[in-house]
């Protein structure tokens, strides 16, 4: 630290050791004082070799207790409180130490005065500061373009926002109101800012204060009406933003504001999963996940860390996302101190690599195998369709492989709704993984099932952080098609139904996830654009581009209540399919193995297309 910062908090913390002590000396000559007027007389002897031992006593004291650590920008009402314990602490000290010595230097009785005098003295400066900022912060409100922010909660979490407004420069904000679900709070304050109507006022509110950005502080707040809510602000288009106490946050992290996103739209019920069954599944076995680092992977390896599982191994060919991730897990475990946490192993390497991933079953011998790891991005593999092989499929075989090999109890194939009658490269090695498992399961003692499903909200490449990149650069936000429809979920619902899916597993089950209903992604643009408080054609136009190679106009439907084959699990969400259809031809998928890197893209499409039949090559 430079000598002049050091200097400068020197001077800040001398600064109240000096008031400090003028009020120590002031509460007993005041007190003498009053004493003597009304004609009680006393000798007072000692007082001033007591007071150069009470001073010094005191301000260790308010060392001791982080009386000089507080930062005086932030005092608050629970700093006050500590103040005037010390000093009624101190005081009974020093009631005692006359009452035993009978020292005549003062009265017992007057320490109530001087502790009055000396909790009034203390705090006085520290109030008078906070009141000099809250005026100041005022006027740079007053001077300040900024967005005139309505606060949506008007108890403890809107009483959170409207202080971190106040004490944190970066934020734009400037509060007019708030609104509140309890219409007996209309017409009074927090923090000089009005109550001024229910959440049913908003659309008055909004219109009548000119309010452009609303941030939401309400926790308990029923989906239906929350939809409702950001709805009527996405019309008017009010930038939204949340406080992130409102979700699980970590342990000790700090309140702050942070965007709405587009998951928290998602209008699905909740998914119900048997948390207790999965905890006894993953409790005390040594997992591996399989690219761990990507966006599936990653989360899989987050909520298997939090249940106690002996070992888990992340296993990733891109060094950069497994070291983030073992970065974050490590915090957490290094936070978190009173939860047991499994010893953390990552290792870099590529499930085609047949001698490294084998180089890790040998050392860890992994009981329970998630294989996330494929390349997934569809227009991409159309023109690498080696590498969707050499990954999708080669990979997949040699995790599969050996985790026969190495007795492995259960292995889920993390898979996709692009499989189903697939009219890409991508989708149609994803359907050959499945069938790869399905061979193996056949003589094999390890449990083999596949989870299919479709799209996740945020993961890595997928539409949500293009559109995101699209409309921080002023758009066009670009969509293949105005019709075009997805279906979506969330990539912890995701992984948490896989995990739960690793509960049912039996042998050779192909697990189905129920998506809920299609999402128009023209919808997703527009209500992202909304939510950035952006008018579509106006701010940010949406633009089509057209189809690209390989993409459906609609994905098939994964859960049809009419079909025969699909059954019905413990879980609403889960179902699994038993279908006989296509098996794997060992001749055709040798000779595969064998020569794949030296055919060139289109070959490969073709030899995948007599192996996996559903597949229909379109480019």
Same mark, same amino acid.
């Given at each position: ?5 050091? &200097? ?68 608050? &009402? ?16 020093? *009631? ?60 403890? *979490?809107?009483?959170?926002? *409207? ?62 009406? &929350? ?204 359907? &050959? ?8 399961? *056949? ?177």
């Amino acid at each position: 630290m430079p000598h002049q910062t050091k &200097f400068k908090s020197f001077m800040k913390v001398f600064k109240y050791v000096l008031f400090d002590c003028l009020t120590i000396i002031i509460s007993y000559l005041l007190t003498m004082w009053m004493f003597l007027y009304t004609g009680i007389d006393h000798t007072y002897d000692g007082l001033v070799l007591a007071l150069a031992i009470i001073i010094p006593v005191k301000l260790l004291f308010n060392y001791i207790f982080g009386i000089y650590k507080i930062i005086s920008n932030h005092t608050g &009402f629970e700093d006050f409180i500590r103040i005037a314990g010390i000093v009624v602490f101190t005081n009974i000290l020093i *009631a005692i130490y006359i009452f035993v010595t009978k020292a005549d230097f003062m009265f017992e009785s007057a320490l109530v005065f001087i502790t009055l005098i000396e909790i009034s003295g203390m705090i006085g400066p520290r109030v008078i500061r906070r009141i000099y900022l809250t005026l100041q912060h005022q006027l740079r409100w007053i001077k300040t373009i900024g967005a005139r922010t309505l606060i949506i909660g008007a108890g403890s *979490a809107g009483e959170i926002v *409207a202080k971190e407004i106040y004490k944190n420069k970066d934020l734009n904000n400037i509060p007019v109101c708030y609104v509140d679900d309890n219409p007996d709070k209309i017409g009074k304050r927090i923090l000089g800012i009005n109550i001024v109507g229910t959440l049913g006022d908003i659309d008055a509110v909004v219109k009548k204060y000119k309010i452009e950005e609303a941030i939401l502080a309400i926790k308990d707040l029923e989906k239906d009406r &929350f939809h409702h809510l950001i709805n009527t602000l996405m019309k008017q288009h009010i930038k939204i933003r949340k406080l992130n106490i409102l979700e699980d946050i970590e342990e000790n992290e700090k309140p702050k504001l942070i965007d709405l996103k587009v998951e928290d739209l998602l209008d699905r019920p909740v998914i119900e999963l048997d948390n207790q069954g999965i905890h006894d599944f993953i409790e005390n076995e040594v997992v591996l996940v399989t690219g761990g680092g990507g966006s599936i992977g990653s989360e899989l390896s987050r909520q298997i860390f939090d249940l106690k599982p002996k070992q888990l191994i992340i296993f990733d060919i891109y060094e950069n996302n497994a070291y983030d991730i073992q970065m974050e897990l490590l915090r957490k475990a290094h936070k978190q101190t009173d939860h047991k946490f499994p010893e953390l192993v990552v290792r870099i390497g590529s499930v085609y690599n047949k001698e490294r991933l084998e180089e890790i079953f040998k050392e860890f011998k992994p009981t329970i195998v998630f294989h996330a790891a494929a390349y997934k991005h569809v227009p991409l593999m159309e023109d690498s369709s080696v590498e969707a092989v050499r990954t999708n499929v080669l990979g997949t075989y040699n995790t599969a492989t050996l985790s026969t090999k190495y007795k492995v109890k259960k292995f889920v194939l993390v898979s996709s709704d692009k499989a189903v009658r697939s009219t890409n490269v991508m989708g149609a090695t994803k359907r &050959f993984a499945e069938l790869i498992i399905k061979h193996e399961q *056949a003589k094999s003692e390890t449990s083999f099932a596949a989870v299919r499903f479709g799209n996740v909200l945020g993961s890595n490449g997928s539409v949500i952080p293009l559109f995101k990149k699209q409309i921080a650069d002023g758009g066009p936000v670009t969509v293949t098609h105005k019709d075009i429809t997805r279906y979506f979920m969330t990539i912890p619902e995701a992984v948490g139904l896989i995990l739960q899916c690793g509960v049912y597993a039996k042998k050779g089950d192909l697990f189905i996830l129920d998506m809920g209903e299609p999402v128009k992604i023209y919808d997703l643009a527009t209500k992202m654009i909304r939510l950035a408080g952006l008018r579509v054609g106006e701010d940010i136009e949406i633009e089509i581009v057209g189809l690209r190679p390989g993409e459906k106009l609609y994905e098939e439907l994964l859960v049809d209540v009419k079909d025969k084959d699909l059954h019905k699990t413990n879980n609403q969400s889960i179902f699994v399919e038993h279908r006989v259809d296509d098996t794997l031809n060992d001749v055709l998928f040798k000779e595969l193995i064998e020569t794949f890197h030296t055919l060139d893209n289109h070959q490969i499409k073709e030899h995948v297309a007599k192996i996996v039949q559903s597949y229909k090559i379109t480019s």
